[in-house]
Nanobody, 119 residues
Framework: QVQLVESGGGLVQAGGSLRLSCAASGRTFSNYGMGWFRQAPGKEREFVAS????????YYADSVKGRFTISRDNANNTVYLQMNRLKPEDTAVYYCAARRIGVTDFGSWGQGTQVTVSS
């Protein structure tokens, strides 16, 4: 398994921006597709964005499309989530996840980082 540590969460006003980072260790980072998920209080965890191992293909939830950007730096074993035009409904714990190439499910998860957007 790859170990994941998120950082960059915090409190921001609506309309503001944050950039989350996820540092990976333990395995060859470029062998993994990466994703961001979030879980708001009282709600189930939901998909936010994902990126293929090469970084060339990305996917987004409709709720964040056009506002969030996922990217990765394979040389530094890090994946990012740039979040712009934040809304109060983006408030959640954000989790980084990894899955090996060819595997459907995300098998490695970080501990999460809190993002709070005030209105």
């Amino acid at each position: 398994q790859v170990q994941l540590v998120e950082s960059g969460g915090g409190l921001v006003q609506a309309g503001g921006s944050l950039r989350l980072s996820c540092a990976a260790s333990g395995r060859t980072f470029s062998n993994y597709g990466m994703g961001w998920f979030r879980q708001a209080p009282g709600k189930e965890r939901e998909f936010v964005a994902s990126i293929r191992w090469s970084g060339g293909i990305t996917y987004y939830a409709d709720s964040v499309k056009g506002r969030f950007t996922i990217s990765r730096d394979n040389a530094n074993n890090t994946v990012y989530l740039q979040m712009n035009r934040l809304k109060p409904e983006d408030t959640a714990v954000y989790y980084c996840a990894a899955r090996r190439i060819g595997v459907t499910d995300f098998g490695s998860w970080g501990q999460g980082t809190q993002v709070t957007v005030s209105s």
